[in-house]
């Protein structure tokens, strides 16, 4: 860690004092010129020197915005570690759609956030600390975009929004926790890391019916890193945790450089958030999974699509690898196999582009064709 010798930073200094931290090769991610947190610590360990962070720079009352789930697996350790005034807050439930305004993110009694747990946990921090004009920082326990980007993606009076917000002051990465990652989250993070495939086409569409201003360049980006976590074999070995990791990284940084979500949220992501709003209780990921599936059978049959996708040295990926890549995953590539009934996902179909708050709409590939037509080539293409 390299530190100012003219203005010392008192946290990087007492990191810099610290025993070398032992990481992977490949997390190393090249300079780019994206905004990002100043200070992340990718180590065995991690979380421990988080409570350092903490002690340095005076937060002596923390929020922990997490779930049950989290906090009885790591409350322990972080009240042990921190030894502050801890003040939890179940993420989730913080934020029930048609429940939530606003005013509910603001804090009165803490004078730091914590984020703990995966991308929901971490997005409901962000609104906690914008919102409460607080720092933040990240104690992710999967991989996740979420723990870099400036941006959210949350319910607000019943409609999902993509809210800008404050990057973390620092992310704390446990290498030893993510080599340990639940098989079932693991294959949750993949299927989130391949959004791209089908919103970058999405974004595309928008530019060509819609005149809608694009950045083709970081499209692009998104779209190989993508086709990259694509061709992951093993999401359990040390070398897939480090590629879906890297994948979030970039991410992460393509929309920060974007100004949102666009490259890598889409139909794909409307259709997911709308099933989540008809009770679905399938796992985020799993359920992107099989909807980028969807959107790359629609995108197929879009010949102007993947001609500009050519014109933009892009190589589209066709519907059949993304479904081959998902079997050997053991994703669900039918409705029966994700569990929704065929009249349950019609009408996640109906309400997918109205979902997210009417100034924050995209235009998709679900606005070129109606329910029916998108039904009758999902059937062709057997996926229902």
């Known amino acids: 860690m390299k530190v100012n010798a003219t203005n010392p930073d008192p946290v990087q200094v007492a ?19 994206y905004v990002s947190p100043p200070l992340q610590v990718i180590s065995s360990g991690a979380w421990r020197r988080a409570s350092v962070y903490c002690q340095l720079n005076g937060y002596a009352s923390i929020a922990v915005v997490t779930d049950s789930v989290i906090d009885r697996h790591f409350g322990a350790y972080l009240e042990k570690w ?10 989730p439930n913080a934020k029930k759609a048609g429940e939530c305004s606003r005013d509910a993110y603001v804090l009165k009694d803490a004078n730091l956030i914590v984020g703990l747990g995966g991308g929901t946990n971490i997005d409901q921090a962000k609104m906690f600390a914008k919102y409460s004009h ?5 104690l992710p326990t999967k991989p996740t975009a979420a723990i870099l980007s400036g941006h959210a993606s949350v319910v607000v009076n019943g409609k999902r929004v993509s809210e800008q917000t404050p990057l973390a002051k620092a992310v704390f990465i446990d290498q030893d926790l993510f080599t340990k990652l639940d098989p079932l989250c693991a294959k949750s993070e993949l299927g989130d890391s391949l959004s791209s495939l089908t919103a970058v086409g999405d974004a595309y569409l928008s530019k060509m019916d ?13 779209y ?9 074999t093993n999401i359990q070995s040390t070398d897939g945790i480090r590629r879906l990791y890297r994948a979030n990284l970039r991410y992460a940084e393509i929309m920060n450089a974007y100004g949102s979500s666009m490259p890598c949220s889409g139909s794909e992501h409307a259709i997911s958030h709308a099933l989540d709003a ?4 399938q796992l985020h990921g799993i359920q992107v999974g099989f909807t980028t599936l969807v959107g790359t059978h629609l995108h197929s049959s879009c010949g102007d699509l993947s001609e500009t996708f050519r014109e933009q040295g892009i190589e589209p990926v066709s519907p059949e690898q993304v479904q081959v890549s ?6 669900p590539t039918r409705l029966s196999e994700l569990g929704v009934s065929r ?27 109606n329910v029916g037509e998108v039904v009758e080539k999902l059937a062709k293409a057997g996926l229902v």
Not at 226 to 231: G, Q
Request: glycine residues 6%; without cysteine.
């Open 15 to 33: 990191a810099a004092r610290l025993a070398p931290l032992p990481s992977y090769d490949a997390l190393v991610i090249p300079e780019r010129p």
């Open 82 to 91: 921190f030894g502050a005034s801890l003040i939890y807050i179940d993420g």
């Open 134 to 138: 607080l720092p933040w920082i990240a």
């Open 210 to 222: 819609r005149g809608t201003t694009i950045q083709p360049k970081l499209l692009k980006e998104a």
């Open 224 to 232: 190989h890193v993508a086709s990259d976590a694509l061709a992951i």
């Open 278 to 281: 008809m009770g679905s209780s």
């Open 326 to 331: 998902l079997q050997k995953h053991g994703f």
């Open 343 to 369: 009249e349950r996902f019609e009408g996640a179909l109906h309400l997918a582009p109205k979902v997210r708050a009417a100034d924050d709409r995209r235009y998709t590939v679900l606005d070129r064709y």
